[in-house]
């Protein structure tokens, strides 16, 4: 009888900013981080429920977010967003700069816009390498971010300011991405439509699984939705769904030991068998045999 693959523990991490203000916005360096927690803990899967930025100035890593692996070097700007799996190497001999924020911190002021700050967040990639010019000026704006934190001045105000900061640091990574989108083509902002269906599929997708009830909710035709989905995204919006169901069935059957049917059941499907259906055509695989194999990489 074949043995059953263990789930990969992961940790649930809240923001507990250490700052004499409690403010919504951390910074320090990964030398930081290994003195204040244990090498067990970095070795840890992790799902926040904050943003995650990491520079790193000097050497290389390779970070482990949601089944797949970054190879990151001295320049690159690994952005981890709220709920996704992270780990650390803690192997690899390199330093960085490590921003936390919460997602509250992003709207406090902000008017809507087509570069509102969340948009601005949500649109970057999950990897940037950065050259020399554009490396310097993001670590000086993070030296700045961290010194400001220890002002003393009403949180408040303090606040203000580190948002208005984080705002100017987002904005100069789009920069760099457009600069480096250029020679192919250049890209085009996304649509306030597909920002809003996107929005809805992230906080109703283990309820909603049909287009028509997105189309409903957004008062707009399925044709509408279907083309704006495929200019911004290149998928339809079945497709779009269906990805973000499945990576979260993914991240259910390595980090828990739910059933296949449990799962199944967080996210929406009340029998198993059409989970396993879906789960197949979504991933070529069935989700027992998928983690089965993915135990196997994630503990390597």
Same mark, same amino acid.
């Given at each position: 009888?074949?043995?059953?693959?263990?789930?990969? #523990?992961?940790?649930?991490?809240?923001?507990? @900013?250490?700052?004499?203000?409690?403010?919504?916005?951390?910074?320090?360096?990964?030398?930081?981080?290994?003195?204040?927690?244990?090498?067990?803990?970095?070795?840890?899967?992790?799902?926040?429920?904050?943003?995650?930025?990491?520079?790193?100035?000097?050497?290389?890593?390779?970070?482990?977010?949601?089944?797949?692996?970054?190879?990151?070097?001295?320049?690159?700007? %690994?952005?981890?967003?709220?709920?996704?799996?992270?780990?650390?190497?803690?192997?690899?001999?390199?330093?960085?700069?490590?921003?936390?924020?919460?997602?509250? %911190?992003?709207?406090?002021?902000?008017?809507?816009?087509?570069?509102?700050?969340?948009?601005?967040?949500?649109? %970057?990639?999950?990897?940037?390498? =950065?050259?020399? #010019?554009?490396?310097?000026?993001?670590?000086?704006?993070?030296?700045?971010?961290?010194?400001?934190?220890? =002002?003393?001045?009403?949180?408040? %105000?303090?606040?203000?300011?580190?948002?208005?900061?984080?705002?100017?640091?987002?904005?100069?990574?789009?920069?760099?991405?457009?600069?480096?989108?250029?020679?192919?083509?250049?890209?085009?902002?996304?649509?306030?439509?597909?920002?809003?269906?996107?929005?809805?599929?992230?906080?109703?997708?283990?309820?909603?699984?049909?287009?028509?009830?997105?189309?409903?909710?957004?008062?707009?035709?399925?044709?509408?939705?279907?083309?704006?989905?495929?200019?911004?995204?290149?998928?339809?919006?079945?497709?779009?769904?269906?990805?973000?169901?499945?990576?979260?069935?993914?991240?259910? =059957?390595?980090?828990?030991?739910? @059933?296949?049917?449990?799962?199944?059941?967080?996210?929406?499907?009340?029998?198993?068998?059409?989970?396993?259906?879906?789960?197949?055509?979504?991933?070529?695989?069935? @989700?027992?045999?998928?983690?089965?194999?993915?135990?196997?990489?994630? #503990?390597?």
């Amino acid at each position: 009888m074949r043995k059953q693959a263990k789930a990969v #523990q992961i940790e649930r991490v809240g923001y507990r @900013p250490n700052t004499r203000q409690a403010l919504d916005l951390e910074v320090f360096t990964m030398s930081d981080l290994r003195q204040r927690v244990s090498a067990a803990h970095l070795r840890r899967h992790h799902r926040y429920d904050f943003h995650m930025f990491v520079c790193v100035s000097r050497g290389s890593c390779r970070a482990i977010v949601d089944f797949g692996q970054i190879e990151c070097r001295t320049g690159s700007v %690994l952005m981890v967003r709220p709920a996704q799996v992270h780990r650390f190497d803690i192997e690899s001999r390199w330093d960085g700069w490590i921003l936390l924020f919460r997602p509250e %911190l992003l709207q406090v002021g902000q008017e809507d816009g087509a570069h509102s700050a969340v948009d601005l967040v949500e649109a %970057l990639p999950a990897h940037l390498a =950065l050259q020399r #010019q554009a490396r310097r000026c993001v670590g000086e704006a993070l030296a700045r971010m961290q010194a400001d934190c220890r =002002l003393d001045a009403e949180r408040p %105000l303090l606040q203000r300011l580190l948002q208005s900061e984080l705002v100017a640091l987002v904005t100069r990574l789009h920069v760099v991405h457009q600069g480096q989108q250029r020679p192919a083509g250049g890209s085009q902002p996304v649509p306030e439509r597909f920002r809003r269906f996107r929005r809805l599929v992230e906080t109703h997708f283990q309820e909603w699984h049909h287009v028509s009830r997105y189309a409903q909710a957004m008062a707009c035709s399925e044709r509408t939705l279907s083309r704006a989905c495929g200019d911004a995204a290149g998928v339809a919006p079945k497709a779009f769904i269906a990805l973000r169901i499945a990576l979260e069935a993914k991240r259910l =059957l390595v980090h828990t030991e739910l @059933p296949v049917a449990a799962v199944g059941a967080r996210v929406g499907f009340d029998q198993a068998t059409n989970f396993v259906k879906f789960f197949r055509g979504a991933e070529g695989c069935t @989700p027992g045999e998928f983690r089965r194999r993915q135990a196997g990489v994630l #503990q390597d």
